[in-house]
């Protein structure tokens, strides 16, 4: 009962603020993971994070999971000042690092048997562990390691932080020690209760007590209570973890009530994330703010990032919103989503409840006795009874007294009549059904001060949260021009207008599928069929303007600077001069939304925008997303509705201050072949030929966004080297290359559009021994020696002629080899066009070389130059006897 009147008691604070929606959330789980139990996480300088779990410890780049390998469960980590990560848990403490492999491990430093770390700190260069009976310093600039033993008469060590640069302790019993150098000093913090946890940011700490009290402390100030909006709340809901998101924000972790962000200097509640505001579970785990500001939440079923940074807020939480969401707009201070079962309004309710009092009324009789008997009826109810009549009126009772008193006597009595009355628990948002519109609705739009929405049932004017109908057949199509009013088109493709309370045909059949109308600076209507534009100006169809549009795709209107542009997958069309104009310099959009005078489009992994939106500064984290279904602008703000792919509806601030981003830094993770691993930070490998593939692995860390980073490279030394495509692929495969020197240049681009290049990589793939100058070298000492010993032997004796054949013909097939293993070498292509003429060319080069030496090599002419060099003293070959 506690916790449900507490839960009253957020929801009416959350209603002052409710319509300004939740912070952004994304979601992440490993693929290992079933149910999720979370001890603690951190993050690296590279910005990857570590998560302990019951599973062990695992790595996170944004996209890809890894395992660390470990002894046991490490139950805390904690980043050093020297850029490890020490994990501490079952039996061992430790650090984690990367094998020649690559493989993730944790290398102990105190390895235990039946000893459990559960809570670590890093103040300055050292690390320090707790467990029941000691504390464990390690100097990560020393590389030692204390021990401080538990003080005599104390049960146990219960917690261990850091608070003004001092490591503290605490144990079962309350006590407070201080850790200097190797003592522990008995402490105070003036406090009503053990201390639960603190965190700190830029010396100013938050502290919770284990009775729930929260206090504030800064450097050089004294310690103040902090009176927390919603108290009740968060104790019912036990705090167990907190971080500090800025300095004028922190989030609290919950047991039973997700988190809270409140401003630590006020104790007022900015905002709740829980299951009704888009988190998986209630129950928190732990958190960790990680270089971008966003808060990482562990909970049952994995990891959520929130992002109070974002310029999003989120819509689609707030219950009663049935469907898939298609349309967003804001009117009269209300928020209206047009979804494929109707349009729903959100609305601020009020929930009420009874609450019991007692009236005092004094009465003046004569003392009676208590009478004999009594009987007792409940007085007769009106069947039009309200429900509060209903409840007062049960609880009064009629007593009838069957006998007299036996004792008459004045006396003054003071009777309590038990009452109730109506008050106010709760006030929320959530969205109601709009009466009168039970079927899909595509469009909403306003004109003169009013709300239309059109849809499967018609077109309705919307008061409140009613629907009126105007026309009752299906409309596809609807825009607000000036002349006209509302102008639509119906499924039976006629082309109405809507003003005055008045409704025209303007076209009875259009005879084509229209996707958009525009109102031009004259007041022309230009229709956007399939393949076609149709002019209608005063009253009457005018003209028609072909264009291309192969894939018969959607195609969007709007007004730019008094002229009709239109857009679809194929590019962007003006009409002029009587045909339509094809604007090539606006190149060919993959998503496009278009909306009065505004077109936002994205190209290139670029979101761009023609209209009065054009110069807001947030319009790149439309990145965030993957694909949109809807966008289009709210009236008088400067804010965006958009809807994606995955039925989120949000309110986007575009051109609100956003502090700026951290960008993680690009690293090799790994360079591997089939034979071996290299350290990925040479930027220099030398490779053979032969020995198959080439892997190439590097990350950049990003989160938040659908996408993640994106990757692209390219490969200098080929013929043809240009940029790949953008893609999430962060490994490079390279099955093959041609023998020579390569420089391989990699770049990543973040959801902003920001481009990081990794410092270029330099491969150098070398040829196997067996084609390598020096074995040339020796090939040709060898070719020589024989040579010179097949004419020798031709010159002693013809009994030598067959050997001397013999070598005469292996020395022309080792030359005929060499040569065309050089030119293999030193002309290597991967042109197959011209690998054929070079070899080719070799085949006529080496032909007349064969012949030439078949003849020195063959010839017993004792006129023969080469002959006589090497046999000075020649003399005719006899033959044998």
């Not at 965190?199 to 502290?207: A, P, R, V």
């Not at 009838?400 to 009355?421: G, H, L, W």
Request: charged content about 20%.
């Amino acid at each position: 009962m506690r916790f449900l009147g507490a839960l009253f008691l957020i929801c009416t604070c959350l209603s002052l603020h409710a319509q300004e929606g939740h912070y952004y959330l994304s979601h992440y789980t490993s693929e290992r993971q079933g149910s999720t139990l979370s001890f603690d996480m951190t993050q690296d300088p590279a910005g990857l994070m570590y998560f302990a779990t019951r599973t062990g410890i695992r790595q996170f780049d944004g996209r890809n999971w890894r395992s660390v390998e470990a002894k046991g469960i490490a139950y805390t980590l904690s980043l050093a000042s020297d850029g490890r990560v020490f994990a501490a848990g079952e039996g061992v403490f430790g650090f984690i690092t990367t094998a020649t492999d690559f493989t993730l491990h944790v290398t102990p430093i105190v390895s235990e048997a039946g000893v459990d770390f559960f809570e670590s700190v890093v103040v300055k260069d050292n690390v320090y562990v707790v467990n029941e009976k000691e504390i464990i310093v390690y100097s990560a600039v020393a590389n030692e390691t204390k021990r401080l033993k538990l003080p005599a008469g104390e049960e146990g060590f219960a917690n261990l932080f850091e608070l003004l640069g001092v490591p503290y302790a605490s144990t079962f019993d309350g006590s407070l020690y201080k850790v200097e150098g190797t003592q522990l000093l008995e402490s105070s913090l003036s406090l009503t209760s053990p201390v639960a946890f603190i965190t700190g940011l830029d010396n100013q700490y938050f502290i919770v007590t284990e009775d729930q009290q929260c206090y504030l402390l800064k450097e050089g100030s004294i310690l103040q209570p902090i009176t927390l909006t919603d108290q009740l709340y968060l104790s019912s809901g036990v705090i167990v973890s907190g971080v500090w998101v800025s300095p004028k924000l922190v989030a609290l972790g919950t047991l039973n009530g997700g988190v809270v962000f409140v401003d630590p200097s006020t104790g007022k509640t900015q905002e709740i994330i829980n299951y009704f505001s888009g988190l998986p579970d209630n129950e928190v785990f732990c958190l960790k703010r990680d270089a971008e500001g966003n808060v990482w939440v562990g909970h049952e079923y994995g990891y959520s990032c929130i992002s109070p940074s974002l310029p999003f807020r989120s819509f689609n939480h707030y219950q009663g919103l049935q469907g898939n969401i298609l349309c967003a707009k804001t009117f009269a201070n209300n928020v209206y989503v047009g979804t494929s079962v109707g349009l729903f309004i959100l609305e601020k309710q009020d929930q009420f409840a009874e609450e019991v009092y007692y009236v005092e009324k004094k009465t003046t009789n004569k003392g009676a006795t208590p009478p004999a008997t009594t009987n007792t009826e409940p007085k007769q109810e009106s069947k039009k009874r309200g429900f509060l009549r209903f409840r007062k009126n049960k609880e009064k009772e009629v007593t009838v007294t069957n006998d007299a008193p036996t004792e008459t006597k004045s006396k003054n009595t003071v009777t309590r009549i038990r009452q109730t009355r109506k008050i106010l628990l709760r006030s929320t948002y959530s969205f109601k059904r709009v009466a009168g519109i039970d079927s899909k609705v595509e469009r909403l739009i306003t004109t003169n001060g009013v709300l239309y929405a059109s849809g499967l049932a018609g077109l309705f004017e919307i008061q409140g949260s009613k629907a009126i109908v105007i026309v009752q057949e299906p409309v596809e199509v609807v825009s607000a021009t000036l002349q006209h009013g509302i102008v639509g088109e119906t499924y039976q493709s006629r082309v109405f207008a809507w003003k005055d309370n008045v409704q025209t045909t303007l076209i009875e059949d259009i005879h084509d599928d229209v996707s958009s109308i525009v109102e031009d600076a004259e007041g022309t209507l230009w229709i956007a069929g399939t393949k076609s534009i149709y002019q209608f100006v005063e009253g009457k169809s005018t003209g028609t303007y072909p264009f291309s549009n192969p894939t018969l795709d959607r195609t969007e209107g709007m007004n730019l600077r008094g002229q009709a542009l239109f857009v679809n997958s194929n590019g962007f069309y003006l009409v002029a001069s009587g045909a339509v104009r094809v604007i090539d310099s606006l190149g060919r959009p993959s998503q496009f939304f278009a909306s009065g005078k505004n077109l936002w489009y994205r190209k290139n992994e670029t979101w761009r925008c023609l209209g009065s939106f054009q110069d807001h500064q947030n319009l790149e984290y439309l990145n965030v997303f993957a694909d949109l279904r809807f966008v289009e602008p709210e009236e008088d703000t400067e804010a965006l509705w958009i809807v994606t792919k995955n039925n989120e509806l949000f309110r986007f601030h575009s051109n609100e201050q956003v502090p700026q981003s951290t960008i993680y830094p690009l690293f090799l993770r790994s360079v591997r072949n089939q034979q071996q691993f290299f350290e990925p930070d040479h930027f220099f490998y030398r490779l053979g030929q032969h020995e198959g593939e080439i892997i190439i692995e590097a990350v950049q860390a990003a989160f938040g966004s659908q996408q993640g980073a994106q990757y692209r490279y390219k490969l200098e030394g080929l013929e043809s080297s240009s940029w790949t495509e953008w893609s999430s692929n962060n490994q490079i495969n390279f099955p093959f290359l041609p023998l020579g020197n390569y420089t391989l240049k990699l770049q990543t681009r973040d959801l902003l559009g920001k481009v990081n290049e990794l410092k270029p990589i330099q491969l150098k793939i070398e040829p196997p021994f067996w084609k390598t100058t020096w074995f040339y070298a020796m090939e040709f000492v060898i070719f020589s020696i024989l040579v010179i010993l097949s004419i020798r032997l031709k010159a002693l004796n013809n009994r030598y002629r067959v050997i001397s054949q013999v070598l005469a013909m292996l020395t022309i097939v080792l030359l005929i080899t060499l040569i065309q293993a050089a030119f293999s070498t030193f002309f290597a292509t991967t042109s197959p066009i011209i690998d054929f003429s070079i070899q080719v060319g070799v085949a006529f080069l080496v032909l007349p070389v064969e012949i030439f030496l078949r003849k020195v090599m063959f010839s017993t002419n004792e006129k023969n130059k080469l002959y006589q060099i090497i046999n000075p003293s020649l003399k005719k070959p006899t033959d044998a006897i």
